[in-house]
């Protein structure tokens, strides 16, 4: 049974291989859905056509046509206008507790069930 | 006229609200069944509160703007239904349907229950009627509908076109039989944990009314979101916006709950655990509003919002917490459990575990931009790719206990063959490979989600293969269930296969990408009741099969009050839907179009209707055992 | 134990709600006229007519350096010029405007009928130089020293108080 498991395994690996290879583009789309629009109540650079929009949409193919990768140009986007513009909160002491405390709670949470579970089965 | 006669209604219900507090609180000292009286007055209370409600919808069919609301939000030219609509589409009527449902809810609690111990429905019945009591308080002296305006304005200022919409029309009502249902075993936890009726057939007081507002909450999501993709225009369903948010918080409590009484019922364990889901359910209710009227919170879903509010409803939650934190402290006994590893309670907690999970990951990152701002200044967003990062991984394992835990049973389960959760997925894993194969790879996570899709579908299909031959079905929670792992399956096939197109174009001129090409074939503006139109006509070719499909965006300027919005072109299909989305460019002759090719949109839909249908169907057949 | 664990839940609750009415009051729309004291970033301009190209040079040999984003067909830009118009009188301080995604004609009528306050004339045609220097709507000015630091940043038209901290920190 285990053989089967891990021959399994073995194949789905070397299925994602190369199947997994193929993204390595800066897609601009995916770009601009994580920019905040300023001036647009919460929409994003990608749903939103105000003039704010149009030029941040400009600014990202010439970062991406440098050569800039998408965090890079995340940095800066919030740089040039805050932590605000980004969707996805940069990993730092600030927003620590934001990324790090739900996988607490889940961590939490498994060994409180633990604890309710008979010692010896 | 109907401002007095409004405003008379409220001051009614206060005192019927008194009234039933004093005589509840006599009866329980006397002993015998609950007096007639009390049913009485309950029943006049609803009656009431919902003529107080008809008579504000007869103040905006008729538009009597003598009334701020009325002025504020409707307009003489609006079509009649959204007239009616109106009613509830703001913040003060909104807050009228609030009492009804408060108010309906505890009559029907009372009637329901007679085979409960009477101090607890009394205490319930005094809670419940605590909670109307702070809302037409918060009604009568900070948003009261029937506030006069003087002098009367002659026309009013109309109802934001965007909130023009059947969907919108109905979801208010949906959602908040949903949220403001959860009040009632709110009520009922406090009264049980005063009057210590902490026995099994506590849960059979509340298990029918927690079906029914998580029925309704998971419809009102489903009708918020379907409004968003159509009305908003980005092709979008859902965007972590702190509005849906809160819709979503009360949901994971709510499906936390049901689940656990199910334990309670059977097994008389998680006594503690289940109050106090009920008691975070309705907090959570609270915590939203709150958030999104207050406007406390920058949001895509623009709702009128003044501090002034925020304070009361601030204070109001603030009793509530402590009040019921208060309580638990004192009534709270440590109960020890001794559970097997595998058995149908372990499997509930986990799920148990996974939805506060969830909830925690949405509270936090709807609520950690306020922090930030308050304590550093630094004013951050908190949007779909966090969301995204957080849940997604863990959906994976969630969706394979959630095909395996059904199948455990009570106290102490055998593992059956292991062979056929290898099957299962085999069978998943190879589903998989062939979408890969036949259409195109994505990403390790979307492999995973999809393959625990599958194989929580495919589970669920052996076991109403099982079922029928043992003729024992649990069709309520294998549908919800199936449905579940559609919904996330479809959710995933439709993240991975859309294709999104963003060009600025001329009148007559073609873009061509992968095998569609696009053309601008005219523009056409049209005159109408309450808004001008610019109509594009845009034609679609899919080169291969040389299909063509015309879709026809817009761009309204509506004149009350002067909007500008954008009407997305959808063309439904059962396979894929095109959405398209035209808008004019400050200071050029170009328009900017956005073109989507979204498959399976329809059926997202209809795994959120199965799941909902699956709790209906335990909803009847509960009523039916009864 | 148990007494420790209440205490703390108490706790996180009066935090959360005590937050929660300290935000009530606080204003909820963004602007980023916070982000100062940043050094002015790299950035290679035209100059409105086209015969010369600004860089960070330009503007390293003034005391004080005031760049105006502005554009003719907004509005509150026309509000916004007459102290523009008093500043540039002011010593130590050299204006730079920004012309942005404007036409050229109309940018010329509107100098030639409210007055040309600007020391140094430039243009941003299609507002890309603008994001350099965190620009999103007009009218916007950005403060900045002799060391090239970003002192001061003004969202909207510029008033009269503004024009005041101006002549503070310049004198």
Redesign the interface.
């Known amino acids: 049974?285990k053989l089967?498991?891990l021959i399994?395994i073995y194949i789905?690996i070397f299925?994602?291989k190369f199947?997994?290879a193929?993204?390595n583009t800066v897609d601009p789309?995916q770009i601009h859905?994580?920019l905040?629009c300023?001036?647009c109540?919460?929409?994003?650079i990608?749903?939103s056509?105000s003039?704010?929009a149009?030029?941040?949409k400009?600014?990202v193919k010439?970062l991406i046509d440098e050569g800039k990768t998408e965090e890079e140009i995340y940095s800066f986007m919030s740089?040039?206008?805050?932590?605000?513009?980004?969707?996805?909160?940069q990993f730092n002491i600030?927003?620590s507790?934001?990324?790090i405390?739900?996988?607490i709670?889940?961590i939490f949470?498994?060994f409180?069930?633990f604890s309710?579970?008979?010692k010896r089965? | 006229m109907l401002s007095n006669l409004g405003n008379i209604l409220l001051f009614l219900n206060v005192i019927l609200s008194l009234g039933i507090i004093y005589a509840a609180n006599k009866n329980l000292k006397i002993s015998g069944g609950v007096d007639k009286n009390i049913f009485q007055l309950s029943l006049i209370q609803s009656t009431s509160i919902i003529i107080c409600f008809l008579v504000l919808i007869a103040a905006f069919i008729i538009s009597d703007f003598s009334l701020i609301t009325v002025y504020q939000n409707s307009h003489s030219l609006k079509p009649l239904f959204y007239k009616i609509a109106g009613t509830w589409g703001n913040h003060e009527g909104s807050l009228l349907l609030w009492s009804i449902i408060l108010s309906i809810f505890s009559f029907l609690f009372l009637v329901y229950n007679k085979n409960h111990p009477k101090k607890f429905r009394l205490l319930t019945l005094i809670i419940q009627n605590i909670l109307i009591l702070g809302f037409l308080f918060f009604i009568l002296f900070n948003s009261n509908p029937f506030s006069k305006i003087s002098p009367i304005p002659s026309e009013g200022l109309g109802l934001n076109p965007i909130l023009q919409d059947p969907a919108l029309a109905i979801h208010p009502p949906l959602l908040y039989v949903g949220f403001v249902g959860a009040s009632i075993y709110f009520s009922a936890a406090i009264a049980s944990l005063i009057t210590n009726y902490s026995e099994k057939s506590f849960s059979l007081s509340i298990k029918n009314w927690v079906l029914i507002s998580w029925c309704f909450q998971t419809l009102g999501i489903l009708v918020g979101s379907i409004w968003a993709y159509y009305e908003l225009g980005w092709g979008g369903f859902w965007f972590w916006d702190p509005v849906e948010n809160a819709s979503l918080l009360p949901w994971f409590a709510m499906t936390a709950l049901f689940h656990s009484l199910i334990v309670f019922e059977k097994r008389n364990l998680f006594y503690f655990w289940v109050i106090i889901l009920c008691l975070i359910t309705f907090t959570l209710s609270v915590t939203g509003t709150f958030l999104v009227r207050s406007g406390i919170l920058n949001s895509v879903h623009t709702f009128a919002s003044d501090p002034s509010r925020g304070v009361y409803i601030l204070i109001f939650l603030s009793l509530m917490i402590f009040g019921s934190i208060f309580l638990l402290f004192q009534k709270y006994k440590k109960e020890n459990y001794d559970l097997n590893r595998n058995s149908k309670e372990t499997f509930v907690l986990v799920n148990n575990w996974f939805m506060m999970f969830y909830l925690i990951t949405v509270l936090l990152g709807t609520i950690y931009p306020i922090f930030t701002d308050a304590l550093t200044d630094n004013k951050i967003s908190v949007g779909p790719p966090f969301y995204n990062a957080i849940i997604f991984p863990v959906v994976v394992v969630f969706l394979l206990f959630m095909a395996l835990g059904p199948k455990a049973k009570w106290i102490k389960n055998k593992f059956e063959n292991i062979r056929i959760y290898f099957f299962i997925l085999t069978g998943a894993i190879g589903l998989n490979l062939a979408i890969i194969f036949f259409f195109k790879s994505y990403s390790l996570l979307s492999n995973f989600i999809i393959i625990s899709a599958l194989f929580l579908i495919i589970s669920s299909l052996m076991d109403v293969a099982k079922a029928l031959k043992k003729n024992k079905l649990d069709f309520a929670r294998i549908i919800s269930h199936m449905s579940f792992g559609f919904l996330v399956l479809f959710i995933g096939l439709n993240d991975i296969f859309s294709l999104e197109k963003d060009y600025n174009i001329k009148l007559g001129e073609t873009k061509k990408f992968e095998n569609y090409s696009i053309q601008l074939q005219n523009l056409d503006l049209k005159n109408y009741k309450n808004y001008q139109a610019v109509i594009g006509k845009l034609e679609i070719r899919n080169i291969n099969s040389n299909q063509t499909n015309i879709l026809n965006p817009e761009i309204r300027i509506y004149n009350k009050p002067k909007t500008l919005t954008y009407e997305a072109a959808i063309k439904t299909s059962l396979i894929k839907d095109y959405y398209l989305t035209m808008s004019n460019i400050d200071r050029s002759d170009y328009y900017n179009i956005k073109f989507q090719k979204k498959p399976l949109m329809a059926w997202i839909w209809i795994s959120v209707i199965m799941i909902v249908v699956g709790g209906f169907i335990r909803l009847f057949s509960n009523a039916k055992n009864n | 134990m148990q007494k420790i664990i209440k205490l703390i839940i108490l706790f996180i609750f009066l935090f959360v709600i005590g937050i929660f009415y300290v935000s009530l009051t606080r204003d909820t729309n963004y602007n980023t006229s916070s982000l100062i004291n940043k050094e002015t970033p790299e950035f290679k301009i035209i100059s409105f007519d086209e015969s010369n190209i600004y860089t960070r040079n330009d503007i390293k040999k003034n005391t004080f350096t005031l760049i105006n984003f502005w554009a003719s067909w907004c509005a509150p830009c026309k509000i916004e010029h007459p102290i523009l118009m008093k500043l540039s009188q002011t010593k130590n301080l050299v204006i730079l405007g920004i012309n942005f995604k404007d036409k050229e004609i109309q940018a010329k009528s509107f100098l030639n009928e409210l007055g040309n306050p600007y020391d140094l004339l430039a243009k941003d045609e299609n507002g890309k130089q603008s994001v350099r220097f965190g620009v999103y709507g007009i009218p916007e000015s950005i403060l900045i020293n002799k060391n090239l630091m970003i002192i001061k940043k003004f969202v909207g038209p510029l008033s009269f108080e503004d024009y005041n901290n101006i002549l503070k920190i310049i004198e």
């Open positions: 049974m089967n498991l399994f789905f299925f994602s199947t997994f193929a993204e789309n859905k994580n905040r300023l001036v109540q919460g929409q994003s990608s749903d056509n003039d704010f149009q030029t941040i400009l600014v010439d740089d040039k206008y805050g932590d605000w513009i980004v969707f996805k909160p600030q927003n507790l934001l990324w405390l739900p996988y709670v889940l949470g498994g409180f069930i309710f579970l008979k089965q």
